[in-house]
């Protein structure tokens, strides 16, 4: 069984996140997220809007999933934007937790590092928990950090793009420089090996939403995202055997094979 997940106070089972949007229907987001396993669903606001009664069946079953909702600031630019979409989000969807998003570039959607740290600093005296998504700069989370955020969410490439972690050297420097801070990979995982690779790069948890969504059988690839992050978390705990420039035989050639050590002994008999 995997050691729980602490976020913010409040312990989880399962180490996988997933988002709500681009399923091919409510049923079917609902199905896959119970076979994820997740007990944390991300949301945008500007997506759902449960006071006008749009959206309602799937604002029905998120509301009654027993989920900790996440509601993210998805496609805002501007931290005066996002203060204002996450007052909306804390009255509307009654919590305090927030994916923290601001979008520096249409291109890539790389988040805005300046704005980012301005509109965390601001969150968080206004008392959210606030989990920001960065890129893997390690200068620009310890920023995030010293503002109050206690859980990150480095990106493993753009969002949507399934290239899995494309900078392996910035996200292992910020997992050896962070050991104690929780830590989520958010965007570009697209296949569960890459999400089981991040686990077993010591990442606490990961946050997918399109790998799922737009699979063949979202309901498939659910489990089989739950699936790889439970065997990835359990390879990290167990331990990885260190890699070698030269190979090294598996079956040890010390001492005499043992029919030969028979007939030895035959013999001495």
Same mark, same amino acid.
């Given at each position: 069984?995997?050691?729980?997940?602490?976020?913010?106070?409040?312990?989880?089972?399962?180490?996988?996140?997933?988002?709500?949007?681009?399923?091919?229907?409510?049923?079917?987001?609902?199905?896959?997220?119970?076979?994820?396993?997740?007990?944390?669903?991300?949301?945008?606001?500007?997506?759902?809007?449960?006071?006008?009664?749009?959206?309602?069946?799937?604002?029905?079953?998120?509301?009654?999933?027993?989920?900790?909702? +996440?509601?993210?600031? $998805? &496609?805002?630019?501007? =931290?005066?934007?996002?203060?204002?979409?996450? /007052? *909306?989000?804390?009255?509307?969807?009654?919590?305090?937790?927030?994916?923290?998003?601001?979008?520096?570039?249409?291109?890539?959607?790389?988040?805005?590092?300046?704005?980012?740290?301005?509109?965390?600093?601001?969150?968080?005296?206004?008392?959210?928990?606030?989990?920001?998504?960065?890129?893997?700069?390690?200068?620009?989370?310890?920023?995030?950090?010293?503002?109050?955020?206690?859980?990150?969410?480095?990106?493993?490439?753009?969002?949507?793009?399934?290239?899995?972690?494309?900078?392996?050297?910035?996200?292992?420097?910020?997992?050896?420089?962070?050991?104690?801070?929780? +830590?989520?990979?958010? $965007? &570009?995982?697209?296949? =569960?090996?890459?999400?089981?690779?991040?686990? /077993? *790069?010591?990442?606490?948890?990961?946050?997918?939403?399109?790998?799922?969504?737009?699979?063949?059988?979202?309901?498939?690839?659910?489990?089989?995202?739950?699936?790889?992050?439970?065997?990835?978390?359990?390879?990290?705990?167990?331990?990885?055997?260190?890699?070698?420039?030269?190979?090294?035989?598996?079956?040890?050639?010390?001492?005499?094979?043992?029919?030969?050590?028979?007939?030895?002994?035959?013999?001495?008999?």
């Amino acid at each position: 069984m995997m050691e729980k997940l602490k976020l913010y106070g409040k312990e989880f089972h399962s180490r996988l996140l997933v988002g709500t949007a681009l399923y091919p229907s409510p049923a079917i987001m609902r199905e896959a997220v119970a076979a994820s396993g997740a007990e944390i669903i991300t949301l945008s606001l500007r997506r759902q809007s449960p006071e006008q009664q749009q959206g309602k069946m799937l604002w029905d079953y998120i509301r009654a999933s027993g989920c900790q909702l +996440l509601p993210n600031t $998805a &496609g805002c630019k501007t =931290p005066k934007e996002v203060i204002a979409l996450a /007052e *909306m989000s804390r009255e509307i969807f009654a919590t305090d937790w927030l994916k923290l998003e601001v979008i520096g570039d249409d291109y890539n959607l790389q988040p805005d590092p300046y704005g980012l740290v301005e509109a965390a600093r601001e969150l968080v005296k206004r008392g959210f928990k606030v989990l920001p998504y960065c890129t893997d700069d390690l200068v620009v989370c310890r920023k995030l950090l010293d503002i109050g955020c206690e859980v990150l969410m480095p990106w493993g490439s753009p969002i949507g793009t399934g290239r899995g972690l494309m900078n392996k050297y910035n996200l292992q420097t910020l997992r050896e420089r962070l050991p104690d801070t929780p +830590l989520i990979i958010d $965007a &570009g995982i697209g296949a =569960p090996s890459q999400a089981a690779e991040a686990m /077993e *790069m010591g990442f606490d948890a990961v946050l997918l939403n399109t790998a799922i969504a737009k699979a063949q059988n979202p309901v498939l690839m659910a489990e089989a995202f739950r699936l790889a992050i439970e065997s990835g978390h359990a390879a990290r705990k167990a331990g990885l055997m260190l890699k070698r420039q030269t190979a090294s035989p598996s079956t040890p050639t010390l001492d005499m094979p043992f029919w030969q050590q028979t007939v030895s002994d035959g013999e001495k008999a």
